[in-house]
């Protein structure tokens, strides 16, 4: 019903910068929610930016250097990544939560783009 797509993904040295999209399409009456979440190899799934039409929110650890934006009408999230560390370095997954009615949403997970930041 819902496909996202997500591109960005690659190799940097420390220091760089890198940006993430992730572009939503199929059956989509809106967007509630988008956000980024991260895993490495060992650790848990890590919720890293989201933004809401309140407002954006960041893990501590990204705060100052990463920013997480939107285009409504390509329903695409953006996540620009500066000053990157190797601790940084992780699998991250588009989460997009979509209004398919009034009173209903669905949730749903792109399929993984690798960001390896080298020291």
């Known amino acids: 019903q819902v496909q996202l797509v997500e591109s960005g993904g690659g190799l940097v040295q420390a220091g760089g910068s890198l940006r993430l999209s992730c572009a939503a399409s199929?059956?989509?009456?809106?967007?509630?929610?988008m956000g980024w979440y991260r895993q490495a190899p060992g650790n848990q799934r890590e919720l890293v930016a989201i933004?809401?039409?309140?407002?954006?929110g960041y893990v501590d650890s990204v705060k100052g250097r990463f920013t997480i934006s939107r285009d409504n009408a390509k329903n695409t999230v953006y996540l620009q990544m500066n000053k990157l560390k190797p601790e940084d370095t992780a699998v991250y997954y588009c989460?997009?939560?979509?209004?398919?009615?009034?009173?209903?949403?669905?949730?749903?997970w792109g399929q993984g783009t690798q960001v390896t930041v080298s020291s």
């Open positions: 933004i809401r039409s309140g407002g954006t």
């Open positions: 199929g059956s989509i009456l809106s967007i509630n929610t």
């Open positions: 989460y997009v939560v979509v209004n398919v009615a009034r009173d209903f949403a669905n949730a749903y």
